[in-house]
């Protein structure tokens, strides 16, 4: 299915429609997503290269900020319901149907990803290569102060090693980690199966499988239509809650959707949208916060778009 033709009827100008004229569709595509065959479970998926490379060299925040998400929405874009009385796959419907509406920018080759982010005081901001060759840069401000890290390319399967942003003798051996990946699927059947595919987990893990979504919406470029297929595959998973008031790692107050938490020692993954428009703003919960204050695909390291 190449044309989500589903999503397309979610993002009309006459808004969302409710909850109980969604029921027979969603029970389709819930089945449809049930039906597909599974995947054999692969070796624990590696994190990007450049994450490896910071290991012992920057600070753990750094590490965890430095990729990219396409957020920004239009003006005027939301659903029919009022956030106090959305349902959790309904507020993630309406962010679906708001990622369609984003200007789709497919970056170049030898493009950048720049990324703002923040957590509480602390901010970050980030130049990720787009096809992983070319060395990136990555900026902390700890609230005084300003500490920067070459984010290392890998070309022809080697990549020099810095420490900070000073360059240490010989090379070590990589795999590019580029920012955006052009083959994501683009509709929510696939994008459950590739889910599956790239689990982190275990079979059935909760924890695990929103940790994944989670990296793709807080941490990966995905255009327009994977976006929405993103959010569109996770409204089906079982269990999860809306927080009316949850809050990103800016403070800022929006809508959120909370996946089910399990171990013993419970830790909430709050999933954070703006409440009118249902752009994707960050996240919240117990389990650790950020949010996404500004992306841009730009040509070159220090440019802001």
Known sequence: ???????QRLGEETG???ADRLGAARTRLVGAMTATEAVPAPARRKRPAWRLVLTGVATAGVAASLAAVLVLAPEGVGGDTPPARAEAG??????????LRVPDVEPRP???VYLRKQDGPALWESWVSVDGTRDGLAVEYPGTGRRQYVLPGCRDGRAQMYKGDRPLPGTERCVPAPAYDPAMPTDPVAMRAYLEKHRSGEPGDVNAAAKDVLDLAADRYLRPRSRAALFEAAAATPGLEVVADARDGAGRSGIGVRWPSTGRVPASMVLVFDPR???FLGVGGDAGTSATLAVAVVDRVGQKG
């Open 1 to 7: 299915m190449d044309e989500m033709r589903l999503l």
């Open 16 to 18: 969302l429609p409710g």
């Open 90 to 99: 309904q507020v993630l419907r309406n962010a679906a149907a708001a990622a």
């Open 277 to 279: 428009t249902y752009a």
């Open 110 to 112: 030898d493009q950048f």
